[in-house]
Every structure is written in C-alpha cells, then in structure tokens.
T-cell receptor, first 116, second 112 residues
Framework: DTEVTQTPKHLVMGMTNKKSLKCEQH?????MYWYKQKAKKPPELMFV???????INESVPSRFSPECPNSSLLNLHLHALQPEDSALYLC???????????????FGNGTRLTVT | GENVEQHPSTLSVQEGDSAVIKCTYS??????FPWYKQELGKRPQLIID?????GEKKDQRIAVTLNKTAKHFSLHITETQPEDSAVYFC???????????FGTGTSLTVIP
C-alpha cells in the first residue's frame, strides 16, 4: 500500500482533451512534487510545491498546469497534449519543504498517460 | 545545478553474489543521498539513504557508502536474490532547495 494516492491509474486522452491528474497524501508532508517518467529513465522533475506555494517550475510547457488546493492535495491539469507527453506521471511528497533538512521522497503509484 | 552520474547502466549477477552500483555528484552542497528501487510497472521505493555526516549505513543485505571528498556514493547488495531484480536509481539532494537530482538508473538482473 502506498501513502501517496494518485488517480486515475490509467488515462488515455486525445490531443484536444482536457483532463486532470490528482494526488493526495495524509502524512502531513509539506512538499509535493510532480515528476514525469519515461520507460527505464529516471523521473524528471516538473513542479515542486513547498508549503502550498509553487517553488520550482522546471520550464514545463504551459499545456501542463499544476495546482495545490491545500497541503494534502496536488493536481496536474492537462490540455492540448502531444503524443510525446505519453509517460508515467508520478506524484511524490516529502516531509519538509523549503530549506529544512532534506527528507526522502514518497512516491505514488503513478498515472500511466497515453496521448493519442 | 547538480549533476549525478550512475554506473553501470546494466548489471547481471548470479544469485548469492554481491552487486555494487556507483554514483558521483558534482555539487558539494548536496547533503542527502537516497537510493530508490523500481520494479517493472511500479513506483520508485526508497530502500536506503545516507546523509553527508555519515560515511556508511547498513540495513540487512543493503549498504550505502559515501565519500564526500571524492563526491561519490555506492550501493552494495550482498547475497542477491531474484527479487532484487529491478532498476535502481541514486539521487542527491541539496538542503538549499530540497530538490532531488536522479542518476540515470541501473537495471539489475539476478540470475537464479
């Protein structure tokens, strides 16, 4: 069982669709992350929220739009994606945000996204 | 920014043998080094980690060593078992931004 819950597990969408990925954690973690992962490659950082504020945005195309409604929830809104955006999208959280001592990432099971 | 290199990219060992995966990092400000195991189709899971004030850490068959001077750290798995087969990622994190920089991964196969 994972303590970071992601929905949906699988998503197939067309290039004109709008969809959202959701992530939830109840561990009291104050930093939440979106990563994109291609097969057998390391996770690529997309966004980091620290204390519910966007702290890192790794020059991700505007067709990906993050949202952090509260400290437990993280969304990724998708619009007008391209086939090359097909990947595993991983949400993660860590105990401390900002400049506090680093703590490990806890990953969710991911959303397998296919763009047709 | 930080650059983490990981070697080898693939590793095959006989069951019962040891496996060693090595990573180097570039930023002396990095102070936290986790290792993740990712089985096919599953999420990365933390297996062991080490902070910069420690030189070695062990957890049963798994150990990690850190050489701050040389800026490298290694994962050691002893008495390997088929269930150890997975992709392993090292990472480095800097206190200044809590951002994680991942190595390119090592695909470990343990042959029964």
């Amino acid at each position: 069982d994972t303590e970071v819950t992601q929905t949906p597990k699988h998503l197939v969408m067309g290039m004109t669709n709008k969809k959202s990925l959701k992530c939830e954690q109840h561990m009291g973690h104050r930093a939440m992350y979106w990563y994109k992962q291609k097969a057998k490659k390391p996770p690529e950082l997309m966004f980091v929220y620290s204390y519910e504020k966007l702290s890192i945005n790794e020059s991700v195309p505007s067709r990906f739009s993050p949202e952090c409604p509260n400290s437990s929830l993280l969304n990724l809104h998708l619009h007008a994606l391209q086939p090359e955006d097909s990947a595993l999208y991983l949400c993660a959280s860590s105990q401390k945000g900002g400049r506090a001592l680093s703590s490990p990432l806890h990953f969710g099971n991911g959303t397998r996204l296919t763009v047709t | 920014g930080e650059n983490v290199e990981q070697h080898p990219s693939t590793l095959s060992v006989q069951e019962g043998d040891s496996a060693v995966i090595k990573c180097t990092y570039s930023d002396s400000a990095s102070n936290y080094f986790p290792w993740y195991k990712q089985e096919l189709g599953k999420r990365p899971q933390l297996i062991i980690d080490i902070r910069s004030n420690v030189g070695e850490k062990k957890d049963q068959r798994i150990a990690v060593t850190l050489n701050k001077t040389a800026k490298h750290f290694s994962l050691h798995i002893t008495e390997t078992q088929p269930e150890d087969s997975a992709v392993y990622f090292c990472a480095a994190s800097r206190r200044v931004d809590n951002q994680f920089y991942f190595g390119t991964g090592t695909s470990l196969t343990v042959i029964p």
